[in-house]
């Protein structure tokens, strides 16, 4: 992200910002956590009245559908 953002920014010649500022780097620490962060995502199309459930959002990962399985260090 760092060369895309870099790069289009060096080459826009802008004082004006176009970027926000960047992700905040969170650890996930157990299962618990993981599900969490999970749970809050999946919830984002729903909480914009983009869908009534997040399976029914075409671009979740709450569909199953091709999602990483969860970390080996956070199963039991």
Known sequence: MQFIK???SF?????TRVWQE?????RMKDVREY??????????PVRQHLC???????YS???????????A???A
């Open 6 to 8: 870099g790069g289009f």
């Open 35 to 44: 599900d969490a962060h999970c749970n809050y995502i999946h919830a984002n």
């Open 22 to 26: 960047s992700f905040a780097w969170e």
């Open 52 to 58: 009534a459930s997040a399976e029914g959002f075409a």
């Open 61 to 71: 990962s709450a569909r199953g559908e091709g999602v990483d399985p969860m970390p």
């Open 11 to 15: 080459r826009l010649h802008s004082k």
């Open 73 to 75: 260090h956070f199963r």
